[in-house]
């Protein structure tokens, strides 16, 4: 692995013990969950489940909420987006 790749993975790694902790609140306090499906680029695909399914909310909880935490510590992801 040369050491581009390893700080790709380090970075993914982080990025999915992040959305961990989010999910977790989610799960908690809300009835949903969301999962990390890919990084792209500086797109992250997300998968948001549980009572995120169908909520009017969802979206403001994707953008303002995961996102907004998601750039606070990784400012090169550009755009969040929900994956069926």
Not at 9 to 25: G, H, K, M, P, V
Not at 43 to 66: D, N, R
Request: charge should be negative.
């Amino acid at each position: 692995m040369t050491p581009h790749n390893h700080k790709v993975a380090d970075d993914t790694q982080r990025l999915a013990a992040l959305l961990e902790n989010i999910s977790s609140y989610i799960e908690q306090y809300h009835g949903g969950w969301v999962k990390l499906v890919a990084v792209e680029g500086d797109v992250l695909k997300v998968k948001l489940g549980g009572a995120c399914e169908g909520c009017s909310l969802t979206q403001t909880t994707l953008q303002g909420w995961i996102a907004g935490t998601v750039r606070q510590f990784f400012p090169n992801i550009r755009e969040v987006v929900a994956v069926p």
